[in-house]
């Protein structure tokens, strides 16, 4: 059966393609600003207007050879069409013939994989030229839907009462493989905001739930989270920590750290703050059991979930960017005491942001020994992509 498609629905779809895309606005949160300035839409208008932006995002090239066209009225017509909604006398894009659309449709099959996988011809050679034969594999799995992951706060609950609680809530879950305290919804059933913000679970994909226990934190211990963002590693760590230890996050923008007190609070978790800074930093000189740089980087691990990134990621962005975890490498390092932890993460596949960086540091700083290193594929696990190495400071002779 056909679906009615809402005009005012449509013309704020495609408003938002256009910030995405003529503008540069972040696509998550140019469907946010569209979703809270009209509060009166329904939970079926919210996600159709959301999923139309993040498809087309995501399969841009795809449909611009179904369309005939790059227009993104046409783009998202031509989505529309697929999804079964019924074409509406109002339709301000070309009408593609059944017929038509199946023979573009076959072409498909012989044209570049950067058309078929939609992302920059850039980012398809660098990603080849980095993973090999494995790079296909990874792609595929990056340009699926994301799924939802659920990370247990052990100090307001445990699996059991939270999974009791959410299924009250008629949110399924099941448990995660290699995550003690993950959960992953499913039934694509929503988890309300006040569910989210109850403080007794965080939205966490499984990957970066491995990041806290890799740092191998124990209670009464001295931990930096150096690049917290908005804190979801941060309050991982705080948990295992169990209420004993000091734990300081630190970010350049003063925002975040702003929602992580927030999310600290609703969690029931000590955390300190501080702008990073020259200053900051001296004072915790070789004082840290751990320290933990969740270093910027390219989010080639993400795509499922920031598929714009797909079209700007650049072997001079990733070239830029490397500059920076090295830099971010050289400030933090220091914090480590001899006998402590030194611990380098980043949401990429590309081996120039994660191995080489971490052979880079390990020759330039024989003080510190390499333990382990981690890589999570996407492709193996249907996770986010991740990478993690830790190092130990060697004792003062």
Not at 165 to 182: K, W, Y
Not at 209 to 216: E, G
Not at 239 to 255: F, I, K, S, T
Not at 345 to 355: A, D, G, Q, V
């Given at each position: 059966?056909?679906?009615k498609?809402?005009?005012?629905?449509?013309?704020?779809?495609?408003?938002?393609?256009r910030?995405?895309?003529?503008e540069?606005?972040?696509?998550?949160r140019?469907?946010?600003?569209?979703?809270?300035a009209?509060?009166?839409?329904?939970?079926?208008?919210?996600?159709l207007?959301?999923?139309?932006?993040?498809?087309?995002?995501?399969?841009?090239?795809?449909?611009?050879?179904?369309?005939?066209?790059?227009?993104w009225?046409?783009?998202?017509?031509?989505?529309?069409?697929?999804?079964?909604?019924?074409?509406?006398?109002?339709?301000?894009?070309?009408?593609?013939?059944?017929?038509?659309?199946?023979?573009?449709?076959?072409?498909?099959?012989?044209?570049?994989?950067?058309?078929?996988?939609?992302?920059s011809?850039?980012?398809?050679?660098?990603?080849?030229?980095?993973?090999?034969?494995?790079?296909?594999?990874?792609?595929?799995?990056?340009?699926?839907?994301?799924?939802?992951f659920?990370?247990?706060?052990?100090?307001?609950?445990?699996?059991?009462?939270?999974?009791?609680?959410?299924?009250?809530?008629?949110?399924?879950?099941?448990?995660?493989?290699?995550?003690?305290?993950?959960?992953r919804?499913?039934?694509?059933?929503?988890?309300?905001?006040?569910l989210?913000?109850?403080?007794?679970?965080?939205?966490?994909?499984?990957?970066?739930?491995?990041?806290?226990?890799?740092?191998?934190?124990?209670?009464?211990?001295?931990?930096?989270?150096?690049?917290?963002?908005?804190?979801?590693?941060?309050?991982?760590?705080?948990?295992?920590?169990?209420?004993?230890?000091?734990?300081?996050?630190?970010?350049?923008?003063?925002?975040?750290?702003?929602s992580?007190?927030?999310?600290a609070?609703?969690?029931?978790v000590?955390?300190?703050?501080?702008?990073?800074?020259?200053?900051?930093?001296?004072?915790?000189?070789?004082?840290?059991?751990?320290?933990?740089?969740?270093?910027?980087?390219?989010?080639?691990?993400?795509?499922?979930?920031?598929?714009?990134?797909k079209?700007?990621?650049?072997?001079?962005?990733?070239?830029?960017?490397?500059?920076?975890?090295?830099?971010?490498?050289?400030?933090?390092?220091?914090?480590?005491k001899?006998?402590?932890?030194?611990?380098?993460?980043?949401?990429?596949?590309?081996?120039s942001?994660?191995?080489?960086?971490?052979?880079?540091?390990?020759?330039?700083?024989?003080?510190?020994?390499?333990?382990?290193?981690?890589?999570?594929?996407?492709?193996?696990?249907?996770?986010?992509?991740?990478?993690?190495a830790?190092?130990?400071?060697?004792?003062?002779?």
């Amino acid at each position: 059966m056909e679906k009615k498609l809402h005009r005012i629905l449509a013309e704020a779809a495609v408003g938002v393609l256009r910030q995405v895309f003529e503008e540069g606005m972040v696509a998550d949160r140019a469907v946010g600003r569209a979703l809270g300035a009209n509060p009166k839409w329904g939970k079926r208008d919210r996600a159709l207007v959301a999923e139309t932006v993040y498809e087309v995002v995501r399969w841009r090239r795809r449909l611009a050879v179904l369309a005939g066209s790059e227009d993104w009225w046409a783009l998202a017509g031509v989505w529309w069409e697929g999804q079964e909604y019924a074409r509406p006398e109002w339709a301000c894009w070309p009408e593609v013939e059944a017929a038509v659309r199946a023979e573009r449709e076959a072409a498909l099959a012989a044209m570049p994989r950067a058309v078929r996988e939609s992302l920059s011809d850039e980012f398809d050679a660098l990603g080849g030229a980095e993973l090999g034969a494995a790079w296909a594999g990874e792609l595929a799995a990056l340009n699926g839907p994301a799924p939802v992951f659920l990370r247990v706060n052990p100090r307001r609950g445990n699996v059991a009462s939270i999974v009791a609680e959410l299924e009250a809530a008629g949110v399924a879950v099941e448990p995660v493989e290699g995550c003690p305290l993950g959960l992953r919804v499913v039934g694509g059933r929503a988890v309300t905001a006040q569910l989210r913000e109850s403080g007794r679970f965080e939205i966490q994909d499984a990957a970066s739930q491995q990041v806290a226990p890799f740092c191998q934190v124990e209670p009464g211990m001295r931990v930096v989270d150096a690049c917290a963002g908005a804190g979801g590693k941060t309050l991982h760590l705080a948990a295992l920590l169990e209420g004993n230890g000091d734990l300081l996050a630190m970010d350049v923008q003063e925002r975040k750290l702003e929602s992580l007190k927030a999310r600290a609070a609703r969690a029931t978790v000590k955390v300190r703050t501080a702008l990073l800074s020259d200053e900051v930093l001296a004072k915790q000189a070789g004082q840290a059991d751990r320290v933990l740089v969740d270093a910027p980087c390219s989010g080639s691990g993400t795509l499922r979930r920031q598929a714009d990134l797909k079209y700007q990621i650049s072997a001079e962005s990733v070239a830029q960017i490397r500059q920076v975890q090295r830099e971010v490498l050289e400030r933090c390092a220091p914090l480590v005491k001899p006998g402590g932890k030194l611990i380098y993460t980043t949401c990429s596949i590309l081996p120039s942001e994660n191995e080489t960086q971490a052979a880079w540091f390990s020759g330039e700083h024989p003080d510190f020994v390499l333990e382990e290193e981690r890589r999570i594929s996407p492709a193996a696990t249907g996770w986010d992509g991740f990478y993690m190495a830790r190092w130990r400071r060697m004792l003062e002779s």
